[in-house]
C-alpha cells in the first residue's frame, strides 16, 4: 500500500476506480464543499472515513500540502509496452508521450496532466534515471495520473525502436531541432519524446528519432522548461488534430439585399 494525499490526487483516484483503497483519512479542522465532494465520492464507492488531526495527516504525508486529505492505496499497475501497440478503437491516430529521464516530481506530474488534457492515448517511462510517480508527482498531476495509461519500461531506446516497428513516428523535441514544432505535421501516429531537465535527450535516444523538433525562442533564454515545452507541442499536436477531423464549416449566407421598387 502507499499514500496519496491532496483533494485532486484522492477524488480523481476514487473516481478513476482503479486502485484499491483501504481508508481515507480527513482532517477534523477542515469542513467545506470541496472536502464534501471527497466526503461523497468515498460514500459512493464504499470506502472507509476517519477523521484526525491535521498534525497527524502531515506526519503521515511527510508533507504539510496534503490538503487535509490522505488515502492509504494499493500501488499503482502500470502497463507494458505491448498494451500500447493496438490502434485506437476508433481509427484515429495514436499520440504517445514518453519520457527521457525527467528527474523533477514536479514536472512529471505537470506533464502528465499536460498529457491527459491533451488526449495523449499512452504515455512510455523508464523508472530508473527519472523521478518515481510518486505522491508528490501524483499531486502535481492534479490526480491525471489516474487516468493515464502509462507503461513502465526499462529500455527506452528499445522501447522506442519497438514502436517504430508498430508504423510510429518517433519525434524528439530538441533546441538543436532542425524543424519548427508548428511547421510539422503531427496528426499521424507518432510519439512525442521528451528528455532531461537541462541535458535534454540522451545522444541514443535523439539518435533513435525520426525528427527533432525545436520551440523557436525569442527571447534570452535558448529554451523552455520541460514541462512548459511538453504543454507546447502537445497542445499543437491535439489541435492539428481536431482541425483534421472538424468538418468543413460554410460561410453563413448573406441576406439578400432588398430590392427597391420602380419609382421608389
Same mark, same amino acid.
Given at each position: 500500500?502507499?499514500i496519496?494525499?491532496?483533494?485532486?490526487a484522492?477524488?480523481?483516484?476514487?473516481?478513476?476506480?482503479?486502485?484499491?483503497?483501504?481508508?481515507?483519512?480527513?482532517?477534523?479542522?477542515?469542513?467545506?464543499?470541496?472536502?464534501?465532494?471527497?466526503?461523497?465520492?468515498?460514500?459512493?464507492?464504499?470506502?472507509?472515513?476517519?477523521?484526525?488531526?491535521?498534525?497527524?495527516?502531515?506526519?503521515?504525508?511527510?508533507?504539510?500540502?496534503?490538503?487535509?486529505?490522505?488515502? @492509504? #492505496?494499493?500501488?499503482? +499497475?502500470?502497463?507494458? =509496452?505491448? /498494451? %500500447?501497440?493496438?490502434?485506437?478503437? $476508433?481509427?484515429?491516430? *495514436?499520440?504517445?508521450?514518453?519520457?527521457?529521464?525527467?528527474?523533477?516530481?514536479?514536472?512529471?506530474?505537470?506533464?502528465?496532466?499536460?498529457?491527459?488534457?491533451?488526449?495523449?492515448?499512452?504515455?512510455?517511462?523508464?523508472?530508473?534515471?527519472?523521478?518515481?510517480?510518486?505522491?508528490?508527482?501524483?499531486?502535481?498531476?492534479a490526480?491525471?495520473?489516474?487516468?493515464?495509461?502509462?507503461?513502465?519500461?526499462?529500455?527506452?531506446?528499445?522501447?522506442?525502436?519497438?514502436?517504430?516497428?508498430?508504423?510510429?513516428?518517433?519525434?524528439?523535441?530538441?533546441?538543436?531541432?532542425?524543424?519548427?514544432?508548428?511547421?510539422?505535421?503531427?496528426?499521424g501516429?507518432?510519439? @512525442? #519524446?521528451?528528455?532531461? +531537465?537541462?541535458a535534454? =535527450?540522451h /545522444? %541514443?535516444?535523439?539518435?533513435?528519432? $525520426?525528427?527533432?523538433? *525545436?520551440?523557436?525562442?525569442?527571447?534570452?533564454?535558448?529554451?523552455?522548461?520541460?514541462?512548459?515545452?511538453?504543454?507546447?507541442?502537445?497542445?499543437?499536436?491535439a489541435?492539428?488534430?481536431?482541425?483534421?477531423?472538424?468538418?468543413?464549416?460554410?460561410?453563413?449566407?448573406?441576406?439578400?439585399?432588398?430590392?427597391?421598387?420602380?419609382?421608389?
Amino acid at each position: 500500500m502507499e499514500i496519496l494525499y491532496g483533494l485532486h490526487a484522492v477524488e480523481e483516484a476514487l473516481r478513476a476506480g482503479r486502485r484499491r483503497f483501504d481508508h481515507v483519512i480527513v482532517a477534523r479542522e477542515r469542513n467545506d464543499d470541496r472536502l464534501e465532494r471527497v466526503l461523497e465520492a468515498c460514500r459512493a464507492a464504499g470506502v472507509r472515513v476517519r477523521s484526525e488531526s491535521r498534525d497527524q495527516l502531515t506526519q503521515m504525508a511527510k508533507t504539510a500540502a496534503h490538503q487535509g486529505v490522505v488515502a @492509504l #492505496v494499493r500501488a499503482q +499497475e502500470f502497463l507494458t =509496452l505491448e /498494451d %500500447l501497440y493496438e490502434p485506437n478503437a $476508433d481509427g484515429t491516430a *495514436r499520440l504517445v508521450l514518453a519520457l527521457d529521464g525527467v528527474e523533477d516530481p514536479q514536472n512529471l506530474g505537470a506533464l502528465l496532466r499536460v498529457a491527459d488534457g491533451a488526449g495523449v492515448d499512452g504515455v512510455v517511462w523508464t523508472e530508473r534515471r527519472s523521478a518515481p510517480l510518486s505522491p508528490v508527482a501524483v499531486k502535481a498531476s492534479a490526480g491525471a495520473a489516474e487516468h493515464l495509461r502509462i507503461a513502465r519500461v526499462v529500455n527506452l531506446v528499445r522501447s522506442l525502436e519497438e514502436l517504430k516497428e508498430r508504423n510510429m513516428w518517433i519525434i524528439g523535441l530538441d533546441e538543436r531541432g532542425t524543424t519548427d514544432y508548428d511547421r510539422f505535421d503531427l496528426t499521424g501516429d507518432l510519439v @512525442l #519524446v521528451l528528455g532531461r +531537465e537541462g541535458a535534454g =535527450l540522451h /545522444d %541514443l535516444v535523439k539518435r533513435t528519432c $525520426d525528427h527533432l523538433l *525545436r520551440i523557436p525562442m525569442a527571447g534570452g533564454v535558448s529554451s523552455l522548461n520541460v514541462s512548459a515545452a511538453g504543454a507546447v507541442v502537445l497542445y499543437e499536436a491535439a489541435r492539428q488534430r481536431r482541425a483534421k477531423m472538424a468538418p468543413a464549416v460554410a460561410p453563413a449566407a448573406s441576406k439578400p439585399k432588398k430590392q427597391k421598387g420602380l419609382g421608389s
